[in-house]
T-cell receptor, first 110, second 113 residues
Framework: GQQVMQIPQYQHVQEGEDFTTYCNSSTTLSNIQWYKQRPGGHPVFLIQLVKSGEVKKQKRLTFQFGEAKKNSSLHITATQTTDVGTYFCAVNTGGFKTIFGAGTRLFVKA | NAGVTQTPKFQVLKTGQSMTLQCAQDMNHEYMSWYRQDPGMGLRLIHYSVGAGITDQGEVPNGYNVSRSTTEDFPLRLLSAAPSQTSVYFC????????????FGPGTRLTVT
């Protein structure tokens, strides 16, 4: 079945450093979503990307969808302690199913 | 709106016991789903529903049953609990008829001994 590979698995950064997580698929995607889960919490929807080459920004977060629609990235500029958590990408497999990546856990040291 | 609610928050079962995890949403969402989350494995889809009376299997449906008699409720039943079902279970819903922009409940942490 369809899989999405997410890297890295963990990332430790100093507060103020940048952070990027990547999501890769072997097949062309119709869309991709990004979620954030705080420690002990539940996933919260951040954004959906649909178009080839799409770039969307939310304050310090920048989301990109690759030209071939097979990969995506989430970049955080100047991380803060409030950015701590796990970031997941998720893709719809056609129909009504969603596949989640394994997530990238972000640790931020103050 | 309460959003997506789940009960109980925590549960301990013995092997072979059965139980129902409750999920309700008050946003009139058509699409609802159940996921399990295990360390290092992200979220895996158990079952989903695109509307009242319609359910279908996800990636890991074995050992679980669901029903959708109303738009609001989507309970998940464990038929005969096994230690491999120890996990955190999340219910989610989506405004559209498909799983874009899902809203998640707070989760149920289940331990099977």
């Amino acid at each position: 079945g369809q899989q999405v590979m997410q890297i890295p698995q963990y990332q430790h950064v100093q507060e103020g450093e940048d952070f990027t997580t990547y999501c890769n698929s072997s097949t062309t995607l119709s869309n991709i979503q990004w979620y954030k889960q705080r420690p002990g919490g539940h996933p919260v929807f951040l954004i959906q990307l649909v178009k080839s080459g799409e770039v969307k920004k939310q304050k310090r977060l920048t989301f990109q969808f690759g030209e071939a629609k097979k990969n995506s990235s989430l970049h955080i500029t100047a991380t803060q302690t409030t950015d701590v958590g796990t970031y997941f990408c998720a893709v719809n497999t056609g129909g009504f199913k969603t596949i989640f990546g394994a997530g990238t856990r972000l640790f931020v040291k103050a | 709106n309460a959003g997506v609610t789940q009960t109980p928050k925590f549960q301990v079962l013995k092997t072979g016991q059965s139980m129902t995890l409750q999920c309700a949403q008050d946003m009139n969402h058509e699409y609802m789903s159940w996921y399990r989350q295990d360390p290092g494995m992200g979220l895996r889809l158990i079952h989903y529903s695109v509307g009242a009376g319609i359910t279908d299997q996800g990636e890991v449906p074995n050992g679980y049953n669901v029903s959708r008699s109303t738009t609001e409720d989507f309970p998940l039943r464990l038929l005969s609990a096994a230690p491999s079902q120890t996990s955190v279970y999340f219910c989610a819903s989506s405004l559209s008829g498909d799983p874009h922009e899902q809203y998640f409940g707070p989760g149920t942490r289940l331990t099977v001994t």
